[in-house]
């Protein structure tokens, strides 16, 4: 297996575990945060790991669709052996020959994820520095929480958990103005980071998306464990205020001062993703995070263990070759085919041209091809097989660039015959009219998530507006309760006068503008439905074609590489 392919498997298979379990989070309405956490964490550990378990665990054959021909007998047509083709040469005007070597787009692909990963890694580890930096530079205050350091700096502007090993919480200089409960909550808050390890997952997280960049999942994994973090650190200090709105003044505060690049150094109050969003939770909820206990991490590696086996175990087979497997598995084994198995591989070292035919014929009959490759310039097609790589760069130095590997009951084969290659050719030209369709159907893809991606911005702005419209009425609502309780009768008088003027002119008027806005974002979301309606109507017939296709050319190229053993043409790979 090449870098290249190795990077991709685990990308799919880290991106396949991912989001197997957000989904089961989200079916099973999971709204603890420290539970969802705890699930997060996990999924970014057996991520990381996932090379590791795959490698370590045997293959779990996993059915798919797939439609396989069984052979069929025609009749063979002879033509005679030419050598392979040389590759194209030109001639300077000096009389050199000049040989112009194809664009190298693995060697390519892999360079451009090195550069990235490493200018990730690069970023990560300067954050780490100053981090570092931060931590020696901030002055110690002779105070601890819970056994937990408490430092202060002008470098941070919000309070801030710094170190991976030992931890230590750095608050702005201004704290000592603060009165008890803003300080209880922020403490309790850092606490709360630093109890879990938070940096040092974060840490880890960031690692893991620096390595599997290439995977769109793999930055989701990392917005969900520190959003999640900071959801379940809120729930700590709210259980210590005991006050919602007064702990939403002191987050927003520090959202509004900034973090002066402090984020990036460590595990920051203030940041989360959307301010409104937070704060719309801590105002709005009703419960507090009761923590992880032993059942939940019990259900959590109840319903994440075979998630995670599946996901490191699976290999796509279809339903021929599951079939042909097991047929081979309860197959008996003959005592006298052990015994002359030996003898056998002796005498194929040694065989005359009549005695290779008739071990040709032998071969045959006793399996069929279910893995080939055809080596056609830098460009490769055939059955792959994660779990029984081909060393396809020892195949190119033994056989050059042009030629077809096949394993047939138990032996390996190379044909360099010119015309059996090129009937090869011949038979997955259809595939390629497939592959071209499939290009097609992605690309229109693409512009339908665009599309999509547009109507979501839009929707975000009307929610928005939707949460000004909300906010007006809850201030019309707040302004009735204070005038309730006034004595002053003149004084009631203005606020109700006042009341009817922003419910009358504003808050209605601005509902009218977003339930327009929101019909316009309906109308384009209908829109957006009916290209992928029609995409997907292509894919149907994509697929469709490529199944008819594939019975057909997997046929006919067993039928080719069958011929080329009975005609002497495929050699014996040693």
């Not at 929480?145 to 201004?174: H, K, M, N, Q, Y």
């Not at 991490?297 to 339903?319: F, K, N």
């Not at 055809?374 to 779990?387: A, K, N």
Request: charged fraction near 20%; charge should be neutral.
């Amino acid at each position: 297996m090449t870098t290249i392919q190795f990077l991709a498997e685990w990308a799919l298979r880290s991106s396949i575990l991912i989001l197997s379990g957000a989904l089961l989070l989200r079916g099973l309405r999971v709204m603890d945060p420290s539970i969802r956490l705890a699930a997060w964490t996990a999924m970014l550990c057996v991520s990381l790991a996932m090379p590791a378990i795959t490698a370590a665990l045997p293959g779990m054959p996993l059915p798919v669709m797939r439609a396989v021909a069984a052979p069929v007998e025609v009749p063979v047509v002879a033509h005679e052996a030419t050598p392979a083709p040389e590759p194209a040469m030109s001639r300077r005007a000096d009389g050199v020959a000049d040989v112009s070597k194809p664009f190298d787009w693995a060697r390519t692909a892999l360079m451009i994820y090195v550069l990235i990963a490493g200018a990730l890694l690069l970023r990560l580890f300067a954050a780490l520095a100053l981090s570092r930096r931060l931590l020696i530079g901030s002055r110690a205050t002779g105070q601890t929480t819970e056994g937990v350091e408490i430092r202060e700096s002008e470098c941070v502007a919000a309070p801030v958990a710094l170190g991976i090993v030992r931890s230590a919480i750095v608050l702005p200089v201004d704290w000592r103005r603060w009165d008890g409960a803003k300080l209880d909550a922020v403490l309790a808050h850092e606490r709360s980071h630093i109890r879990r390890n938070d940096p040092a997952v974060q840490l880890l997280s960031a690692i893991h998306r620096a390595l599997v960049w290439h995977s769109p999942l793999s930055w989701l994994l990392h917005r969900r464990i520190v959003r999640v973090a900071e959801e379940v650190s809120d729930d700590a200090a709210m259980a210590v205020t005991h006050d919602r709105a007064s702990y939403a003044e002191v987050l927003l505060e520090f959202m509004q001062r900034g973090v002066l690049g402090a984020s990036s150094h460590g595990v920051a109050m203030a940041r989360y993703g959307r301010p409104d969003e937070r704060i719309h939770r801590i105002l709005n909820g009703t419960a507090l995070s009761g923590g992880v206990t032993r059942w939940s991490v019990i259900a959590i590696l109840a319903l994440g263990s075979p998630l995670a086996y599946v996901a490191a175990a699976a290999h796509p087979q279809s339903a021929a070759q599951a079939r042909s497997a097991a047929a081979e598995m309860a197959a008996p084994v003959s005592t006298a085919a052990v015994a002359s198995a030996a003898p056998q591989a002796v005498a194929a070292r040694t065989a005359t041209p009549q005695a290779a035919a008739v071990q040709a014929a032998a071969a045959r009959q006793s399996g069929t091809i279910r893995r080939y490759m055809i080596f056609s310039g830098d460009s490769t097609s055939g059955s792959w097989d994660s779990r029984d790589p081909v060393d396809q760069e020892d195949l190119r130095a033994r056989f050059g660039r042009n030629f077809a590997w096949f394993r047939q009951a138990g032996n390996e084969y190379v044909v360099t015959d010119a015309g059996v290659l090129r009937e090869l050719q011949e038979a997955v030209e259809p595939q390629q009219e497939v592959n071209r369709m499939q290009a097609e159907v992605n690309t229109q893809q693409a512009l339908v998530g665009l599309m999509q991606l547009d109507v979501n911005s839009q929707q975000n702005d009307v929610n928005a507006s939707q949460q000004e419209v909300n906010r007006r009425q809850d201030l019309i609502n707040r302004i009735q309760a204070l005038a309730g309780k006034e004595d002053t009768q003149a004084l009631i008088q203005e606020l109700q006068a006042a009341i009817l003027e922003l419910r009358g002119t504003k808050a209605d008027a601005y509902q009218g503008t977003v339930n327009r806005r929101q019909a316009q974002v309906n109308e384009a979301q209908a829109h957006v439905n009916q290209q992928q309606d029609k995409v997907n109507e292509q894919q149907h017939k994509v697929n469709d074609e490529q199944r008819r296709v594939s019975a057909v050319y997997n046929r006919r190229i067993e039928e080719i590489l069958d011929s080329a053993v009975r005609r002497n043409l495929a050699q014996r790979v040693m």
